[in-house]
């Protein structure tokens, strides 16, 4: 089984915040830098901000979205807290700005 989710904060620092509530990442100290990782099962598309979306003469078609997105694909159900700590886009995107393959 595949998991898909949106998800949508205002900032890397409280998307990384929000998966690490989850426990979906972990987050070690090596070399006094923070690393973030994920376990199996687990995938993360750090997207970030969404451009407009502009025509050839330069004029905005599509507004973009200033909020920090990343795509969360899992290979196993989550639980109801960890559905509850994730900043789920709802409804969701029926034109999303990318998506796993």
Do not use: C
Request: charge should be negative; charged fraction near 25%.
């Amino acid at each position: 089984m595949i998991l898909d989710f949106m998800l949508r904060t205002r900032s890397e620092r409280e998307m990384n915040e929000a998966l690490l509530e989850s426990g979906l990442l972990k987050m070690k100290v090596m070399e006094g830098e923070e690393v973030f990782y994920w376990g199996p099962g687990v995938e993360i598309d750090y997207i970030g901000q969404i451009p407009d979306i502009l025509d050839e003469d330069g004029y905005v078609q599509k507004r973009g979205d200033s909020g920090y997105h990343a795509n969360l694909r899992t290979s196993f159900e989550l639980t109801a807290e960890q559905l509850s700590s994730l900043p789920i886009v709802t409804p969701t995107p029926t034109t999303p700005y990318r998506v796993f393959f």
